[in-house]
C-alpha cells in the first residue's frame, strides 16, 4: 500500500477519535479539520459537572506503551472550562479499566503512574503531565495487551477529588529489546534498558553494581542477583549503555560478574536476548509444532476450497440444466479429491524456454498470498488465529503477494499468452487494490480500529445493526468492496488474465500438474476469503441476534453457533461470486480499468467523507440511528431481494421452469 | 493457408499465432495477430483447414449421390446446403417438386435456422465470458435436433433433400412435436433477452465494436444476418422467394402476423456493429419461428405421401445458379452442367467466405477481446470457408 | 433491369468488347461474354451506371475447358438497389490465363479471385494480395483443373492411404498368427 495510502487512514483514524463530544456545543467542520491538520486528537470529559481543578485532558499519547514507558497527558488550556494546575505539582495519574490481553480473557485492573505537571517555558501554567509506570503493576503486561477505560489524575497523595479523567485506550507491550537498545544507544533513556533486562544498576567503582533484580526477567534467567557487580561486558569496561547495544547486535553477551563487590573473582554470566538460551532439541520441536499446526491449517483451508470447486461445478450444473459432477463419493461431493490426486500424480511440465526457478516459485508465492489471509480471518470470537489490530492492513498487504506470483508466472512460462495474461492481472489487482482499501477505511471510519475480532464487536447481530445497514456510504462501501474483491480474486466478470476465449488459459497456460493445482487451490480458496472478509467487515461477522459477545464467550454452543453464522453468512456470499460467475459477461481491459478509476475509486473518496459527515452528524443520537439503520435496511436490503425474486418468479412462470435447489443429486 | 512466421518484427509490436489450436477458433480457423499490448494493429485470416475440396469431389459423382456431401459444407446449418444443391439440379433439370416436400423444405430449413443461431448465440455469449448461455441454447437446440432426427434420422449432416422432393414424410405426430417447439420457444427467446442481449456488460463489449457500414457489408459482399446487422435489408426469403416461401408469407400477411427481416438499428448497439450481428439473429429465431407454425398450417392442406417425385434421368446440359437464404446468409451454387451423369463444376457461394475476408479490415485498432466478439459475432464456419 | 437491357446497355457503351447474349435452352441464367482487355472497365460501368448499379459481386467461378484450351471465367453481378442480376463471362487461354482484377472495385473480389487463383491457376493483375488461399503456399498444381493429378507427398507425408479392404488379408493373417502364439503359450 502506498505512503499516501497509509497517511489517509491514520487521518481517518484520527478524524473518527475527533467525532467524540468534547462539549455540549459542537465544533464547526473547520475547526475538526484544523484539529486534523494539527494531529491534535480530542478525549472527551464527559463526566464532569462542576469545574475541576485542573484543565481538561485533551490527549493521552502514546497510545502504544512499553513497560519503562513515559506517559504524556497533554492538558487543555484551561479557561472556561477548566481549572488551573501549576507547573510543578506532583500528581498521581491512574488508569482504571480492563485489560485485555489479545487472545486472553479481560481482567480488570489498573495502573498506576506518578506523574508531575510541566509547563511550557515560562509559565506557571502546567500544559501536560509527564508520568511513568510504576514498576509493580506490570506484571499485568505480560504479553501484548489492550487497555481500556480512564485515566485520573489525582493529587499526589492519593486522596482528594479526581481532578480530571478522561477516556483511554492504550496498546499495552511487554519491552522488547530493540527498543531498549535504542534508547542505550542514544544515550537518553537508560530506563528502558534496565526495564528491559529486569535489573536495575549503580555505576560504582568496581563496574555496575545491581541493586534488584526482577523475578523471571532476563537478568533472572541470567542468574544475576542483587549485590552482584558486573565488571565487565564482552570483555570491554561495563557501562549502562553497552549492555543493550550489545545485545541487540549479538543476541547474546558474555558478562564477567563478581558476586559481591568483595569477591576477587569474576564469574562469566550469558545474558541472552530471548531469555534463557534455549536448548537445541527445544528449537526442533517449536518448529515441529508450527509446521504440524500451519499443516493443519493448509490442509483444512484446502479441502473447504476443494469443496467449492466441487460446489461451484454443482452449482453450475444447476444453471446450465445440466448436473455437475455426481460419479466421486456420494453425489459427487468428493470430486475435488480425485481432481487433486489427479493433479498431483501428473508430470510436472516445464517449458524448455521457460525461466526455471521463476517458473517454479511462481505457484507458491500465489499459495501463500492466499493462505496467509488465514491468520486473521474471524470464524467466530475465539476461533482466529491471531487478532492482529491492523488485521486488514495485513489481509491487503499479504494479498498483494498473488500479483508478484501471478506476473512471475506470466513471465517466467515464456509465452504470450501468459505474457499478456500476467500483465492484465497485474495491472487489474494492483488497481482495485484502491477501490477495496476505500471501502477498508469507510469501516475504519466507523469502527476506529483495523482489528477484526473488533469490528464485529461492534456491529450487532441484527441486520439493522449490521455495519452495512449503517449509512448508505457503508452500504455502497459494501459493494464497492465486494466489486473490487472480484477482481482481485480474477472471478467474472473480471477474469481477463484468465480469459479462456481470449488468452487460451491467461498467466497459467504452461502449467500443469500440481502447480496448476496450486494455482487453482489458491482461487477457490480466495472465494472463501472474499466472503469472509465481506462478512467480517460489512455483515457483522459471528454475531448473533440479541446476544453479545460475552455469553457467546461462555457457552461452547453458542460458539459454534456463532461459527455456523459467520460460515452461512460467507458461505452466502461465496454462492453470489459463483452465481456472477455463472451469468455475467467479462469486461475488456480498458473497461475494467476505466471502470475502476473513474468510478470505483472517486465513489469510494464520497463514500469515506459520506461516512464520516454521518458519524460526525449521528454521534449521541442513537435512536436516529438505529432509526437511518432500519429505513437502510428495509430499502437497501428487503426491498431489492422482493423485486429480486419476484423477477426469479417471473421468469419461472413463463419458460415452465423449475427451481432445483438439491445438490445433493 | 500455413504462413510461417519465424521471427517477430522488431519494435513494440508482437505477433501473436491466434489459432489453429485457441479455445476461441475452435480447431479450425488461424489468425495471425500483430498487436502492440492489447490493441492491434492487424489479425490476418489464415484459412484452409478445413478444406476437403467439395467442389473437385462433386466432379467425380452424380448429381444424386452429391446430396450428403453439401451437408458437409455447412454441418451447422446443413438443411439449408442441401436446399441449395437440390435447388439447383431441379433448376437445370426442370424438375417439378411437390408441395409437401417445399413446405417440408421450409419447415425444415427453418429450424435448422434456429439450431443454427443457436450456436452462434451461445458461442458468442461464451467467447464474451458468459458461459452459461452456450448451454441454454444447447438445451433448446437438442429439442430441435431431435425433430429433425425423428424426420430423417440424423442429427447434424441430415442428408433430407432429394432432387425433386425430400428423402421421407413427416411421421405422424411429428407436426403436433414441432408446434410444441415452437410455442416453447417464445419465452425462452425472451429470457435470452433478459439474460444476456440486454446485459450492461454484453452491450458494452459489443456496441460500436466493428461496425460495418451498409456500403461496406455490399463491397464486401457480406450477406444474410451479417449484413442485415449492418442495415441491408434484403432476404432472399422475403425479395426473391423460392420454393413456396412466398405462399407462406402471404399466409402470415393474412393473419396479421407478417414476415418481418430482422435488420440492424441503432439501439442498444449501433447499426453494424457486434450487438447488432447478435441481436438480428435473436430476432431471425422469432421470425423463423412465426414461418414454421405458417408452413406447418399450410402443410396439413397437401396430401400425405407426396413428398418425392424423383426426376427420370438426371442428365441435363447447360448452367444454372440457385440460391436460398441459408443460415449464414445468401447461398448460392453455381453449376455448368455437359449432358454427363456428373456435373462438369459446381461451385459454392458462402455467406462464411466473404465475412471471413472481412475480419482483416476490421481488426485494425481493435482490442484482442474485441477480435474475440468480432469473429464470434460474424458466426463464421469453417468448413463453408474452405469447403 | 433485364439481362437482355443490361446487355444492350453495354453494347452500346462498349462495342465489340461485350458479345454473344445467350439465354434459353439449358441455360437459366442469361449470360454475355466480355473481352478481357477492358473487363475492368467494363466492371467499372456495371457498378457506377445509374441504370445498373451492380454494388454486389456475388461471385467468381473459374471453368476449365480442357478441349477447347481455355477457361472460363463467370462472374455473377447483383444489385442491391434496382435487384437484379446480371451474368458476365471472360475466357481466357489455359496456358496463361491472365485478366485485371476487381479488388479495386469490389473488396470480395480480394478473397473470391485469391479462391480461383488458389484452385484453378487464374492469375489476377493487379490483386493486392495474390497468394494461395486454402492450400498451403508450397503446393503443386492448382487442384480443380481436370488434368490435375494429385502428388502423391507432400513434405514427406503421404497424401493418399490403402484401402482398409486391401490391408484385411495380411491383417486376418496377422491376428492368427497371433492367436497361434497364444495358445501356444497356454500349452
Known amino acids: ?665 | 493457408m500455413s504462413e510461417i512466421v519465424l521471427a517477430t518484427p522488431a519494435g513494440e509490436e508482437m505477433i501473436l499465432n491466434m489459432g489453429p489450436h485457441h479455445p476461441s477458433t475452435h480447431g479450425v480457423l488461424r489468425f495471425i495477430v500483430r498487436t502492440d499490448g492489447e490493441v492491434m494493429s492487424e489479425a490476418k485470416p489464415d484459412v484452409g483447414y478445413l478444406h476437403r475440396a467439395i467442389e473437385k469431389i462433386c466432379e467425380g459423382m452424380t448429381y444424386e449421390a452429391f446430396m450428403p456431401y453439401t451437408d458437409r459444407i455447412d454441418y451447422v446449418a446443413a438443411m439449408p446446403a442441401n436446399h441449395c444443391w437440390a435447388l439447383t439440379v431441379e433448376k437445370l433439370v426442370g424438375a417439378p417438386v411437390p408441395p409437401r416436400a417445399e413446405y417440408l423444405r421450409i419447415i425444415t430449413d427453418e429450424l435448422n435456422r434456429i439450431s443454427s443461431h443457436h450456436i452462434m448465440l451461445g458461442a458468442h455469449a461464451m467467447d464474451l465470458g458468459a458461459v452459461t448461455v452456450f448451454p441454454w441454447l444447447l438445451r433448446e437446440r437438442e429439442m430441435v435436433n431431435d425433430l429433425l432426427e425423428e424426420l430423417c434420422g440424423a442429427r447434424l449432416t441430415y442428408n433430407y433433400h432429394r432432387i425433386g422432393g425430400v428423402a421421407v414424410d413427416m411421421p405422424a405426430g411429428w407436426p403436433d412435436k414441432v408446434m410444441r417447439f415452437v410455442d416453447r420457444h417464445g419465452p425462452i427467446l425472451d429470457e435470452l433477452d433478459r439474460l444476456i442481449s440486454g446485459n450492461e456488460i454484453f452491450v458494452k463489449r459489443n456496441r460500436g465494436v466493428a461496425v460495418v457500414t451498409a456500403a461496406e457489408a455490399r463491397s464486401y459482399g457480406m450477406v444474410g444476418p451479417n449484413a442485415r446487422a449492418s442495415g441491408v435489408d434484403y432476404d432472399l426469403r422475403r425479395d426473391a422467394p423460392y420454393g413456396l416461401y412466398a405462399k407462406v408469407l402471404a399466409g402470415l400477411e393474412q393473419k396479421g402476423t407478417p414476415f418481418e427481416v430482422a435488420v440492424g438499428r441503432d439501439a442498444l448497439g449501433v447499426t453494424g456493429d457486434c450487438w447488432n450481428r447478435f441481436y438480428v439473429r435473436v430476432e431471425e429465431c422469432r421470425q423463423s419461428l412465426k414461418l414454421v407454425r405458417e408452413a406447418l398450417a399450410q402443410i396439413q392442406e397437401t396430401p400425405a405421401g407426396e413428398f418425392w417425385t424423383p426426376p427420370k434421368k438426371i442428365r441435363p446440359k447447360g448452367e444454372a445458379l440457385g440460391r436460398v437464404e441459408a443460415a449464414r446468409g445468401w447461398m448460392s451454387c453455381y453449376v455448368v452442367a455437359t449432358g454427363e451423369k456428373t456435373p462438369y463444376r459446381a461451385h459454392f457461394r458462402t455467406g462464411s467466405f466473404t465475412s471471413m475476408a472481412v475480419v482483416r479490415a476490421k481488426s485494425r485498432g481493435l482490442m484482442v477481446a474485441d477480435l474475440v466478439a468480432l469473429i464470434a459475432s460474424l458466426d463464421v464456419i469453417a468448413p463453408e470457408i474452405d469447403r | 433491369m433485364l439481362p437482355k437491357e443490361t446487355y444492350d446497355l453495354l453494347v452500346a457503351t462498349f462495342g465489340e468488347i461485350v458479345s454473344d447474349f445467350t439465354e434459353g435452352s439449358g441455360i437459366k441464367d442469361p449470360f454475355c461474354r466480355v473481352k478481357p482487355e477492358r473487363l475492368l472497365e467494363v466492371m467499372r460501368t456495371l457498378r457506377d451506371h445509374p441504370a445498373l448499379q451492380f454494388d454486389f459481386l456475388e461471385s467468381i467461378t473459374a471453368v476449365d475447358w480442357p478441349k477447347s484450351s481455355e477457361i472460363q471465367l463467370v462472374y455473377h453481378l447483383f444489385s442491391y438497389p434496382l435487384r437484379h442480376d446480371f451474368v458476365l463471362k471472360v475466357t481466357l487461354g489455359r496456358e496463361a490465363p491472365n485478366v485485371a482484377s476487381l479488388a479495386a472495385l469490389w473488396d470480395s473480389a480480394d478473397w473470391l479471385e485469391r479462391e480461383q487463383y488458389d484452385l484453378m491457376g487464374v492469375v489476377f493483375a493487379g490483386h493486392p494480395d495474390l497468394r494461395r488461399l486454402l492450400l498451403p503456399e508450397d503446393w503443386d498444381g492448382h487442384p480443380l483443373r481436370k488434368d490435375y493429378r494429385q502428388p502423391a507427398e507432400y513434405r514427406g507425408m503421404r497424401t493418399t492411404r490403402p484401402s482398409p479392404l486391401d490391408l484385411l488379408p495380411a491383417f486376418d493373417a496377422h491376428n492368427r498368427a497371433q492367436q497361434a502364439t497364444t495358445k501356444g503359450d497356454e500349452k
Not at chain 1, 205 to 212: D, E, N, R, S
Not at chain 1, 457 to 469: H, I, L, M, N, T
Not at chain 1, 635 to 658: E, H, K
Open chain 1, 1 to 665: 500500500m502506498s505512503l499516501a495510502m497509509r497517511l489517509a487512514m491514520s487521518l481517518a483514524m484520527r478524524l473518527a477519535m475527533t467525532t467524540r463530544p468534547e462539549t455540549p456545543h459542537r465544533a464547526s467542520w473547520l475547526a475538526v479539520v484544523a484539529a486534523l491538520t494539527l494531529g491534535a486528537a480530542a478525549a472527551g470529559t464527559a463526566g464532569c459537572r462542576e469545574v475541576p481543578p485542573a484543565p481538561p485532558i485533551r490527549d493521552v499519547r502514546p497510545t502504544t506503551l512499553e513497560r519503562g514507558d513515559t506517559l504524556l497527558l497533554e492538558l487543555g488550556g484551561g479557561g472556561r472550562h477548566g481549572g488551573r494546575l501549576s507547573a510543578g505539582t506532583e500528581v498521581a495519574v491512574k488508569l482504571s479499566g480492563t485489560i485485555t490481553p489479545v487472545n486472553g480473557r479481560p481482567v480488570d485492573g489498573g495502573l498506576s503512574f506518578t506523574g508531575r505537571a510541566v509547563g511550557s517555558a515560562g509559565s506557571a501554567q502546567a500544559t501536560r503531565i509527564l508520568a511513568v509506570i510504576d514498576e509493580p503493576q506490570e506484571r499485568a503486561v505480560g504479553g501484548h495487551a489492550r487497555f481500556v477505560g480512564r485515566v485520573e489524575i489525582t493529587p499526589a497523595e492519593g486522596r482528594g477529588a479526581v481532578l480530571r479523567s478522561a477516556p483511554v485506550e492504550l496498546d499495552l507491550f511487554p519491552r522488547t529489546l530493540r527498543r531498549a537498545a535504542d534508547g542505550a544507544w542514544n544515550g537518553t533513556e537508560l530506563r528502558r534498558v534496565t526495564s528491559w533486562l529486569g535489573a536495575t544498576v549503580q555505576p560504582g567503582p568496581q563496574g555496575l553494581a545491581v541493586t534488584t533484580v526482577t523475578p523471571g526477567s532476563p537478568a533472572a534467567l541470567a542468574r544475576l542477583e542483587a549485590g552482584n557487580v558486573i565488571q565487565q561486558i564482552d570483555g570491554q569496561p561495563a557501562t549502562q549503555g553497552r549492555l543493550a547495544a550489545r545485545l541487540q547486535r549479538r543476541g547474546t553477551v558474555t558478562l564477567a560478574v563478581k558476586p559481591n563487590a568483595t569477591a576477587g573473582s569474576t564469574v562469566p554470566l550469558r545474558v541472552a536476548a530471548g531469555g534463557a538460551p534455549r536448548p537445541f532439541w527445544g528449537w526442533v520441536i517449536a518448529a515441529l509444532i508450527l509446521w504440524g499446526t500451519s499443516l493443519v491449517i493448509v490442509l483444512l483451508v484446502a479441502v473447504g476450497g476443494g469443496f467449492i470447486t466441487v460446489w461451484e461445478r454443482k452449482v453450475a450444473g444447476r444453471m446450465q440444466s445440466r448436473i455437475g459432477p455426481n460419479r466421486v463419493g456420494p453425489q459427487g461431493w468428493l470430486q475435488w479429491l480425485a481432481d487433486a490426486l489427479k493433479l498431483i500424480t501428473k508430470e510436472d511440465l516445464i517449458p524448455a524456454d521457460a525461466d526455471r526457478p521463476l517458473f517454479l516459485t511462481s505457484p507458491y508465492l500465489v499459495f501463500c498470498g492466499v493462505f496467509m489471509t488465514f491468520m486473521v480471518l474471524p470464524f467466530s470470537q475465539l476461533l482466529v488465529v491471531a487478532d492482529l489490530n491492523i488485521g486488514f492492513l495485513y489481509l491487503l498487504a499479504v494479498t498483494s503477494l498473488v500479483v508478484v506470483g501471478v506476473i512471475m508466472g506470466g513471465w517466467a512460462s515464456n509465452s504470450k499468452w501468459s505474457l499478456i495474461g500476467g500483465m492484465r492481472s497485474a495491472a487489474q489487482i494492483i488497481s482495485y487494490e484502491l477501490p477495496a482499501g476505500l471501502a477498508l477505511m469507510v469501516i475504519a471510519v466507523m469502527a476506529g480500529t483495523l482489528s477484526p475480532q473488533e469490528i464485529i464487536r461492534q456491529q450487532g447481530g441484527a441486520p439493522w445493526s449490521w455495519y452495512v445497514f449503517h449509512n448508505p456510504a457503508a452500504l455502497c462501501a459494501f459493494f464497492i468492496y465486494f466489486i473490487a474483491a472480484l477482481a482481485e480474486g480474477n472471478r467474472t466478470p473480471f477474469d481477463l488474465p484468465e480469459a479462456e476465449s481470449e488468452l487460451v488459459s491467461g498467466y497459467n497456460t504452461e502449467y500443469s500438474g500440481f502447480r496448476f493445482g496450486a494455482f487453482a487451490t489458491a482461487e477457490w480458496v480466495n472465494l472463501w476469503v472474499i466472503g469472509a472478509l465481506a462478512t467480517a467487515l460489512f455483515l457483522g461477522g459471528w454475531r448473533i441476534p440479541r446476544l453479545a459477545p460475552e455469553p457467546i464467550e461462555a457457552s461452547v454452543w453458542l460458539q459454534l453457533a456463532s461459527f455456523a453464522v459467520f460460515f452461512g453468512k460467507a458461505a452466502a456470499l461465496v454462492f453470489v461470486t459463483i452465481w456472477l460467475r455463472w451469468t455475467l459477461p467479462r469486461f475488456r481491459i480498458d473497461q475494467m480499468m476505466s471502470m475502476c478509476w473513474k468510478y470505483l475509486v472517486p465513489f469510494g473518496l464520497v463514500c469515506l467523507v459520506g461516512s464520516m459527515a454521518w458519524m460526525w452528524g449521528f454521534q449521541g443520537h442513537a435512536q436516529a440511528q438505529r432509526i437511518a439503520s432500519i429505513v437502510l435496511f428495509v430499502g437497501g436490503g428487503l426491498v431489492p431481494f422482493v423485486y429480486f425474486w419476484s423477477r426469479v418468479r417471473y421468469t419461472y412462470r413463463v419458460t415452465n421452469g423449475q427451481l432445483d435447489l438439491n445438490l445433493f443429486k
